[in-house]
């Protein structure tokens, strides 16, 4: 007679089925097959010498993507959400003020993060897929003095890339620390952190890198880390506090590595050969490709009758274009046809875009 009491799970028994899908939401993208046989590699341990060089390769990948010469430059284990919460994690402490472009869900996201940590949060509102004048940043910080500034280039919610030029300067005037979203842009449209004065830049894998969720590139300059590293308190999140991890990803000068979590091994692989991809075929091309693939879908969609959410050509999001839903149509329920009868996943708005692309 069985000890147990609680049998087998009759799912668990049948083998594992996953429907051929084609994803354009704005993420997780369709993997290619260079990347998923990296993925299906053998594991290997995570602090052993291979494992070592396999994140010295993903380093550099991702100093190359960023254009960036940054040390502190790692792969957070975990989505885009968990390098966000690390920037702000470690940058900001309780009490302390910040200021939050809301112009879509992630700046709403960011400024619930920096709340549940305590701290004062200024927002600085706009519709979806708004934009914001160097000259209203700047009364902005002149007001509320932040430690940080955030603003999300890729702002995926409206399909709006947000220039940022001047903004670094801004931020460096004022002795605040710039902080940039690129999870849906990076890779798809220009961005260059150092010469852009991006205090910290982070990215996620399952975008336009074309790699599976879960890990999540972020990079800081020394003005962030001196900021980070002089801190009066912990950071609340021991999981992402930057102190343990810039050990683990050999950046703090130790001549040995600090076990501090077991990465993502099979996660690392993956991202590793998306990186060398993209520097295979070269930043400058995969723009160029992102925006002329984009303008074959907005001449392809405005034939149609169909309007663009973000009118203004020059500030559309080439890896996420959004479509102001038609008079008369229940978005719902097209994208409900649309997967059952295509199998097309396209997704509705996010945040205060949802009712509207």
């Known amino acids: 007679m069985s000890s147990v009491s609680i049998p087998p799970p009759e799912c668990m028994l049948r083998p594992l089925e996953v429907p051929v899908r084609y994803l354009f939401g704005p993420g997780p993208s369709n993997v290619p097959p260079r990347v998923l046989a990296a993925g299906g590699k053998p594991i290997i341990g995570h602090l052993h010498p291979e494992m070592y060089e396999i994140m ?29 919460e690390c920037a702000v994690f470690n940058i900001v402490e309780p009490g302390e003020s910040v200021l939050i472009a809301v112009n879509g869900i ?7 993060i920096a709340e549940r940590m305590g701290a004062n949060v200024h927002r600085l509102v706009k519709a979806p897929g708004g934009c914001y ?29 947000h220039p940022v030029d001047g903004f670094g300067d801004i931020c460096r005037k004022h002795n ?10 990076l890779g798809a449209a220009p961005i260059f952190m150092d010469k852009q004065k991006i205090d910290i830049l982070y990215t996620g894998s399952q975008k336009a890198l074309n790699a599976p ?27 992402f506090d930057m102190t343990h991890l810039s050990d683990y990803w050999g950046c703090n000068g130790s001549p040995t590595r600090g076990y501090h979590h077991t990465g993502p091994v099979s996660g690392f692989f993956a991202l590793r050969e998306s990186l060398a ?48 839903i038609p008079e008369g149509y229940e978005w719902r ?20 875009s949802v009712g509207m692309v």
């Not at 509320?144 to 890339?161: D, I, N, Q």
């Not at 605040?176 to 842009?185: N, R």
């Open 56 to 84: 010295n390769d993903i380093k550099k990948g991702i100093q190359y993507a960023f254009q960036t010469e940054n040390n502190m430059t790692i792969s957070m284990s975990g989505s885009g959400h968990a390098a966000m």
């Open 106 to 112: 992630w700046g709403e996201r960011v400024s619930e």
């Open 133 to 161: 004048t160097n000259k209203e940043i700047e009364q902005a910080i002149e007001k509320h003095k932040p430690v940080l500034f955030f603003l999300a280039h890729g702002e995926s919610s409206a399909g709006l890339c």
């Open 176 to 185: 605040c620390i710039f902080l940039v979203d690129s999870v849906a842009s």
């Open 213 to 239: 969720p879960g890990t999540a590139p972020i990079s800081f300059n020394d003005r962030a880390c001196n900021k980070m590293f002089n801190r009066k308190t912990k950071p609340v999140s021991y999981v």
């Open 277 to 324: 991809i993209l520097a295979e075929r070269g930043l400058e091309e995969s723009w160029r490709k992102h925006k002329e693939v984009a303008a074959y879908l907005y001449k392809g969609l405005e034939d149609l009758g169909l309007k663009l959410f973000i009118p203004d050509k020059v500030r559309q999001l080439p890896s996420v274009t959004t479509i102001s």
């Open 333 to 352: 329920e097209m994208l409900t046809y649309i997967m059952k009868n295509h199998q097309m996943e396209m997704t509705g708005g996010l945040g205060p």
